[in-house]
């Protein structure tokens, strides 16, 4: 990901400031240098690079750190705020009816992109409706629809028909129902005169509120040209960087947002209709400097658990906290944690692991993690409901029938007892606690931020 290795590269030219009152000019070239070799590797724009750097190269010598605050935290404050203003507000989505037009290059990741807000609008209670207008790419209205189907939102296309502004007038008229209309448009290799004329020319009819730019995060520099012509014809509003989750640097997407002079909408994380978030500058700073992103972590969590509890009526959460601990209780936990998306991106979203305990496990601990989850997952299967409220009734013969059942040897399922059972002593000892017991919890939590030093006076951090 874009800037991926700043974390750790910064937070060694940082350590060197411990225990220093004042900052001199050596130190901050270091850290300069630091900031622009991770830019640079990650494909952002020298120009842009050189105007950052600046800007923490002054603000750093001249600025005089507030009372308190060790030298290392102020420059570490001035390096995120200034990180945050490079990449700028994200683009404003207002929840009410709209009409969005996603524009892009093939491949980037437009269709996967129009399912995928999609069901983000329809999880805030609108809804939305997809036209896909793309005759271009065979495959494309077959995707669009099974991925909509997915996301259980509207869906307009005809694979009869090839004329695209014909697709997007007729979907505007049958769709009329919906508040939010997402018209995806065809890619092509490159920018060609024909797109170009196609795109507007479906702008014409569609007439949209917001156009977005799509974009792979691994483009490069020619992010740069593709943003200009397409910014010049219909109009760029906002960007959506997709493929996130890979080994991309993106950095080229942030180019393109500073020469459309706008903004980043949403981020790509994986190809379910799931695996997308809304951009926030300070969380997705916070995250790639190792600090977590502890608002994304908990809309996670808020969105599994309803999710969860929606799936199953008799099952509260709320009895857990107040009541006994059941295996039941252990699989609706685990179910909701699947449901918050890979393991690895919500490491990163915990103050303390993104980027730099998570760097020190071993390449193998989230692979041993999942399958050990999965592991429990089809144990909790094989047991009985009583059993799964009651766990104290399974002695030795139910051990060895749900081994048999399960597949799984006897000591799998006497590791899952002994989880549950250090679980429920656990959450004994939350629901002895009151409210300044939760808060001490949280300061320490945020203490161990990612090795970040104390972080006085930038929010949650
Ligand atoms: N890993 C990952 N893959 C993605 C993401 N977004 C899209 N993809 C994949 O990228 C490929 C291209 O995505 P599409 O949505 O078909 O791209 P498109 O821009 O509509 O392509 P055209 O219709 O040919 O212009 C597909 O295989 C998607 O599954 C993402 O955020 N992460």
């Known amino acids: 990901m874009v800037l991926d290795n700043l974390g750790s590269s910064l937070r060694g030219s940082l350590d060197k400031l411990r225990g220093k009152s004042r900052i001199d000019e050596d130190d901050v070239q270091e850290i300069v240098k630091e900031i622009q070799r991770s830019l640079l590797s990650a494909d952002v724009d020298v120009s842009l690079v050189m105007d950052l750097s600046d800007s923490i190269k002054t603000r750093a010598l001249e600025e005089e750190p507030p009372g308190g605050t060790s030298a290392r935290d102020h420059v570490l404050k001035i390096v995120y705020e200034e990180l945050v203003s490079l990449i700028g507000e994200s683009t404003e989505i207002p929840l009410e009816s709209q009409t969005i037009m996603l524009a892009g290059l093939q491949g980037s990741g437009k269709t996967t992109t129009s399912a ?24 494309a209205y077959d995707q669009a629809k ?18 695209p502004v014909q697709i ?7 769709t009329e129902d919906a508040d939010v209309h997402i018209v995806d448009t065809a890619g ?3 920018l060609e005169d024909d797109l170009i004329a196609e795109i507007e020319e479906i702008e014409g009819v569609v007439q949209p509120d917001l156009n977005l730019l799509v974009l792979d995060a691994a483009i490069g520099q020619g992010a740069k040209e593709q943003a200009q012509q397409f910014d010049e014809s219909i109009g760029i509003g906002g960007v959506v960087i997709t493929k996130l989750d890979g080994t991309a640097k993106g950095g080229g997407a942030l180019t393109a947002v500073n020469e459309t002079d706008s903004s980043i909408a949403f981020l790509g994380m994986g190809e379910t209709v799931q695996d997308i978030e ?20 908990s809309e996670r969590v808020e969105r599994a658990m309803a999710e969860t509890t929606a799936e199953d009526e008799d099952w509260d959460p709320e009895e857990m906290m107040k009541g006994s601990f059941t295996l039941k209780d252990m699989q609706k936990q685990m179910e909701a944690m699947n449901k918050m998306g890979p393991l690895d991106q919500v490491l990163d979203m915990i103050p303390g692991l993104g980027g730099g305990l998570k ?8 692979d041993v993690t999942k399958d050990r989850m999965r592991s429990f997952e089809i144990i909790m299967d094989s047991m009985t409901d009583e059993e799964l409220e009651n766990p104290r009734i399974i002695g030795a013969s139910r051990v060895q029938r749900i081994a048999q059942g399960s597949g799984r040897d006897e000591e799998t399922i006497q590791e899952l007892l002994e989880q549950h059972r250090m679980m429920e002593r656990t959450i004994k000892q939350f629901q002895g606690m009151g409210d300044g017991d939760m808060q001490r919890m949280m300061k320490k939590m945020q203490q161990q931020g990612g090795d970040m030093g104390g972080m006085g006076g930038m929010g949650p951090f």
């Open 146 to 163: 099974q991925m909509c189907e997915r996301a259980e939102v509207d869906f307009y296309g005809d694979p009869d028909c090839d004329d």
């Open 168 to 174: 997007a007038r007729e979907g505007l008229e049958a």
């Open 278 to 297: 809304r951009f926030e500058p300070n969380g997705f700073i916070s995250r790639l400097l190792g600090m977590g992103d502890l608002k994304q972590l």
């Open 116 to 139: 995928k807000m999609a069901w983000w609008f329809s999880k805030k209670g609108l809804r939305p409706a997809v036209i896909q207008t793309d005759t271009f790419r065979p495959g």
């Open 188 to 190: 092509r290799h490159a």
């Open 359 to 366: 760097d020190q496990l071993p390449d193998d601990a989230m």
